[in-house]
């Protein structure tokens, strides 16, 4: 069966269309999950992609009063991949944290529609969001921390870093901030550029070539994200997988 494409997550305002912000389309079959956190309790979610195959993957969290959601995303696959990941602080003095980690080679097309809504008083939110990107391979994402009205006293912050190893790469960021109420501190912010030469060079120094330096820097952006993946076994994977990649 031909699946039909479709963009899994968009920004639906005019002006990103023009900028084009919009147009990577996917054909995979959608994966779909709803997941809860209880008032009161903290949940940590992990959402891994090593696939060969092209994959669409939608999530969407919500969160209770007083309670902490922790959400761990680290794409590492072959195929092209598209993720949206909406929570939804629904409850007073909730709070989320986001991390995630990518990583674009080949003619990958990556897309990335994360969202955090933050309707309750209090709430606290954090998007720390890591790549890299090679060869041919062509990124979007869209980062949005959403002040609802009612959210009085809510605290955000979103930092996406995206190193670039190739010209040939496409990249496009979009770090957004919606705000409905007054008494709100929120923060974005996006890092691009290639890796840092004094550091290459320090390392090259120390004994290693050109590559094996690359390899070290991506490495040390990824681990901290990584570490945080509790299956020992899946993290090894992970590693393994980047380090050839990079290799």
């Given at each position: ?9 968009e ?108 309707r ?66 929120g923060?974005h ?11 290459i ?47």
């Amino acid at each position: 069966m031909i699946m039909e494409e479709k963009i899994l997550g968009e920004i639906p305002l005019r002006t990103w269309h023009w900028l084009n912000v919009n147009e990577l389309k996917t054909s995979a079959q959608l994966e779909e999950k709803i997941l809860d956190v209880p008032d009161g309790e903290t949940k940590t979610f992990s959402d891994v992609n090593l696939s060969e195959e092209n994959v669409a993957r939608q999530i969407k969290i919500s969160v209770g009063k007083g309670a902490r959601v922790e959400f761990i995303s680290a794409d590492l696959g072959r195929g092209d991949y598209s993720s949206d990941v909406e929570i939804d602080l629904r409850g007073d003095d909730s709070s989320a944290d986001f991390e995630a980690v990518y990583f674009g080679d080949g003619k990958r097309k990556l897309d990335f529609n994360y969202v955090i809504r933050q309707r309750g008083k209090r709430t606290q939110a954090t998007m720390n969001v890591r790549g890299a990107l090679t060869d041919k391979s062509d990124k979007i994402f869209r980062g949005t921390l959403d002040f609802q009205r009612g959210a009085k006293n809510s605290t955000g912050r979103e930092l996406e870093e995206v190193i670039i190893l190739s010209s040939g790469t496409r990249n496009r960021s979009v770090p957004l901030m919606l705000a409905a109420e007054d008494e709100v501190d929120g923060h974005h912010a996006v890092s691009v550029g290639r890796l840092d030469e004094e550091k290459i060079f320090y390392l090259m120094s120390r004994g290693l070539d050109k590559s094996e330096a690359e390899r070290l820097i991506v490495e040390a952006a990824f681990n901290p994200v990584m570490e945080r993946i509790s299956d020992e076994a899946l993290r090894e994977e992970l590693s393994e997988n980047l380090q050839r990649r990079l290799g």
